[in-house]
């Protein structure tokens, strides 16, 4: 799949949509996603443009891969997700239920989380 320079991601990206912002550094932006599944619903996406977990593994060059987990742990923990737990969630393509074209990790907390999926 190629990069679509006008997901929504991107959007946000350029500063073109506005987002609840929680983290931001060179590599990474983190903002509250606009319809939570959970009490706490976080989006991390990579700055790069990378569609999928997929594209972001075999592509994302080593400091963008290790900068993008480093801020997944900060952001967990500085939200206070670490001392009960949570869950990332990487959706990916049709089957995995992926809507947004630009890589994306949902953390999702602040409550019980109920089943990795439903049937
Ligand atoms: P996906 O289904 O691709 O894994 O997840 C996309 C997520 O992006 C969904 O949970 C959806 O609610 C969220 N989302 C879609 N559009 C926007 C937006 O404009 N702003 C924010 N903050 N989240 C969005």
Redesign the pocket.
Known sequence: MSYDQNN?FAK?LRGE?P??KVFENDYVLA?????P?AKMHI?IIPKGAYTDIVDFGANGNSQEIHEFYKAAAQIAQENGLTENGFRSIA?TGKWG????PHY?L?LLGGEAIGPLVSK
Do not use: A, M
Not at 97 to 100: K, P, T
């Open positions: 929504i946000i949509i987002c609840d903002f509250r996603d606009i319809d599944k989006l959706n239920g992926q809507e947004v994306h949902h």
